[in-house]
């Protein structure tokens, strides 16, 4: 009988289609909030599966506490940087993700923050709510035109191709670099490419992270490169938080070195109530929920079982993201 344990509280859609199946057990931590790592090595142990989040690290401790028999670990994200790949691979276990049913939705809120950083949105709705507002202001929250700008991505992905089809609808000049050069999408919506990040710095008036995390982008936006803005600048990150430096962003938006920033996810994360950047008026920080839309998440909860269900009745799953095991097991 399989045994599947999911780490915290989801949308029922997944859940649900997990109970369905006839004879297996299904565990799940149920309260809204990470399982402590004891509890967490403890709960999987004998799981064929585990339906996990980002704040579930999935390394070599954690494959030996579930042992031997299980076959895959089902991130509820499109990052899997919580996945340590090598050891799920060196042991036979697919780990999958859920990439493309939150494309949009996250880009939606990308682009959101570039929208409320750009036009004081924040500050303007504190002001009203404080009393402040009497008569109309001709000085008042002057901020940055988005129509015309400059949009600079790092990294063309599928959440960076959706974010400069949004830029592109402000007709805005979309930049980019990425280590995949896009020349289809060039060719067909006339984005620019450049050759290095610093080029797609330097000529931007929004900078927007769409790269995964690693050890090369950890920091990537550090002191050195939030110098080379504009000071009328504005850096959006829903990406992940650890590559944005927030020491040297802290610095640069207290400054006067860039204009602002918005951010949706953050180093340490989540981020203290006393951080010093919530201290700052041009900083614009929300908790995580990129992916905060109902169809998306349910979307997700959905592919991340489907995913599950597909190991464990022998087939392929939809979305893995180490393939040579899929392709050792022989899956179809």
Request: charged letters at 25%; a negative charge.
């Amino acid at each position: 009988m399989p045994k599947v344990f999911i780490t915290r509280n989801i949308p029922a859609i997944g859940p649900d289609k997990l109970r369905k199946q006839s004879g297996w057990e299904i565990d799940q931590w149920s309260k809204d909030e990470v399982i402590p790592r004891d509890e967490l090595l403890r709960r999987v142990k004998g799981a064929d599966a585990v339906l996990s989040l980002l704040t579930e690290r999935i390394d070599a401790e954690f494959i030996e506490a579930a042992g031997p028999q299980l076959k895959v670990v089902a991130n509820l994200a499109v990052g899997f940087d919580n996945f340590v790949v090598p050891e799920l691979t060196k042991r036979g276990v697919i780990g999958t993700n859920t990439p493309d049913v939150l494309t949009d939705t996250t880009a939606d809120l990308a682009f959101a923050l570039l929208m409320a950083t750009s036009r004081m949105l924040p500050q303007a709705e504190k002001y009203v709510k404080d009393g402040h507002w009497h008569t109309w202001e001709p000085l008042g929250f002057m901020g940055q035109d988005v129509h015309h700008a400059t949009l600079g991505l790092l990294g063309m992905g599928r959440i960076g191709a959706a974010m400069a089809r949004r830029g592109a609808g402000f007709e805005m000049k979309v930049i980019y670099y990425d280590a995949y050069r896009r020349q289809d999408l060039e060719q067909q919506y006339g984005y620019e490419y450049r050759n290095s990040i610093e080029e797609v710095i330097r000529e931007s008036d929004f900078v927007s992270v769409h790269t995964p995390l690693t050890e090369e982008t950890r920091h990537l936006m550090n002191a050195e490169r939030l110098a080379m803005m504009k000071k009328t600048a504005i850096l959006i990150n829903s990406a992940r938080g650890p590559i944005v430096d927030p020491d040297a962003l802290y610095d640069a938006l207290k400054n006067g070195t860039i204009w602002a920033a918005g951010l949706d996810v953050t180093e340490p994360e989540p981020v203290p109530s006393d951080h010093k950047l919530l201290t700052l008026e041009n900083c614009l920080i929300v908790p995580h929920i990129a992916s905060a839309s109902i169809n998306t998440r349910n979307n997700m909860s959905e592919l991340a079982a489907d995913n599950i269900i597909n190991v464990l009745e022998g087939r392929a799953p939809k979305t893995p993201v180490n393939k040579e095991v899929v392709e050792q097991k022989g899956l179809k």
